[in-house]
């Protein structure tokens, strides 16, 4: 069965400085990557997704990340954060060969605080 | 257009009550799935269908829990007997394609229900 670790319960950033939250996961196969947030008061929001191709995934509101199999990471940057970027981030992996049956495995979640 | 809905969006019950919860799927949505937001266990996946079927089960916390899913659209999610554990945010996501893992899933904003 796959899992997700995401090591960081609370992060604090300066808001302008640039951000990492890492996640680690467990799965035999290659995974399906997604990274999602979850703002106050608000469902979650997909950030951005890996399944295949380059390593390096842009998404929306200006995060990245990274897959790297060799470390079984799949790290979410972002070069400067805003105030608004206050909020719970959750790594997620999907098993590819369940089709959706087995749904998506959350870490966690990081709780993300920007200071001023 | 219209995202993921759900109601209530708020439900408090006594212990031994009954609760039926409801997810209304983006339009053309195969794919919807139940998954259960607690202080304790996280994000928990529950349940996946694919169309009106449900090809696994095994992740409905207990026979207490039940889902069904009617015309290809709205989904209940019903929990008999309630107890104080099933306290928790139950939250509906669909997306577009069933058995692709990796198309994005739309989250809904969540039924809370508190067990009293």
């Known amino acids: 069965a796959q899992s997700v670790t995401q090591p960081d319960i609370h992060i604090t950033v300066s808001e302008g400085a640039s951000l990492e939250l890492r996640c680690n996961y467990s799965?035999?196969?290659?995974?399906?990557l997604f990274w999602y947030v979850q703002s106050p008061g608000q469902g979650l929001q997909l950030l951005l997704k890996y399944f295949s191709g380059d390593t390096l995934v842009q998404g929306i509101k200006g995060f990245e990340a990274e897959f790297k199999r060799s470390q079984s990471s799949f790290n979410l940057r972002k070069p400067s954060v805003h105030w608004s970027d206050a909020a719970e981030y959750f790594c997620?992996?999907?098993?590819?060969?369940?089709?959706?049956?087995?749904?998506?495995?959350f870490g966690k979640g990081t709780h993300l605080i920007i200071q001023p | 257009g219209a995202g993921v809905s759900q109601s209530p969006s708020n439900k408090v019950t006594e212990k031994g009550k009954d609760v039926e919860l409801r997810c209304d799927p983006i339009s053309g949505h195969t794919a919807l799935y139940w998954y259960r937001q607690s202080l304790g266990q996280g994000l928990e996946f529950l349940i996946y269908?694919?169309?009106?079927?449900?090809?696994?089960k095994s992740g409905l916390p207990s026979d207490r829990f039940s889902a069904e899913r009617t015309g290809g659209s709205v989904s209940t999610l019903t929990i008999q007997r309630t107890q104080q554990e099933d306290s928790a945010v139950y939250l509906c996501?669909?997306?577009?394609?069933?058995?692709?893992?990796?198309?994005?899933?739309?989250f809904g904003p969540g039924t809370r229900l508190l067990v009293l």
């Open positions: 269908f694919q169309g009106n079927s449900a090809p696994d």
């Open positions: 996501a669909s997306s577009l394609n069933a058995g692709q893992i990796q198309e994005t899933q739309y």
């Open positions: 799965y035999g196969a290659t995974p399906y």
């Open positions: 997620a992996v999907g098993a590819g060969s369940g089709g959706g049956a087995d749904g998506l495995t």
